[in-house]
């Protein structure tokens, strides 16, 4: 695919945490306690594991995900100045349908989806393939994997506020 270079760069969004509320929606289901922990295993004893799971995986899990909406703005706003939108998710590629259509239905605009468990290496990717759309951003929930990609590419990171970083 040849992208005409129309863009001052690119910038790369997460969904759950940044544009949906993934983590409410788990909380409801497993209750709210420990919320200000990020990881999963450190949260829930091991019992959980399998319906834990069972949850991440299910597409019906992520119909009905409640937008964040600042996020929505913020991704809404650096398209409107010219940047190319690249949205890179953890989930898995069988959730590529119910993942568009939640997009779809909050009229988040974007150019380009990626189901990649490693953000380091589908933004290198990305980069290779097209190299007149340098990331110029990247804005996750995740603090660990926003210092892993600003440390292995140098590319600023916006951390979007959540109780967990």
């Known amino acids: 695919m040849k992208i005409r270079q129309l863009y001052r760069g690119s910038v790369v969004f997460d969904i759950d945490g940044v544009l949906a ?3 409410g929606a788990f909380c409801q ?3 709210e306690y420990n919320r200000h922990l990020y990881s999963l295993t450190d949260r829930f004893p091991e019992n959980l594991t399998k319906s834990i ?10 119909t009905d995900l409640s937008p964040i909406f600042g996020g929505i ?3 809404n706003q650096f398209r409107q100045r010219g940047y190319h939108i690249l949205i890179v998710t953890g989930r898995d590629k069988s959730l590529r349908d119910v993942t568009k259509k939640w997009l779809s239905r909050y009229n988040v605009h974007y150019n380009q989806l990626y189901f990649a468990k ?3 290496e589908a933004i290198k990717d990305f980069e290779f393939v097209h190299p007149n ?8 929930d995740s603090v660990e994997v926003l210092d892993t990609v600003s440390d292995g590419l140098g590319i600023p990171a916006l951390a979007w506020e959540q109780g967990w970083n």
Request: glycine letters at 4%.
């Open 133 to 140: 759309l340098k990331v110029q951003y990247i804005i996750d």
């Open 118 to 120: 490693n953000k380091l």
């Open 53 to 62: 799971h069972n949850f991440i995986v299910s597409p019906e899990s992520y």
């Open 73 to 75: 703005v913020a991704l």
């Open 29 to 31: 289901t497993f209750g």
């Open 21 to 23: 509320d993934f983590e």
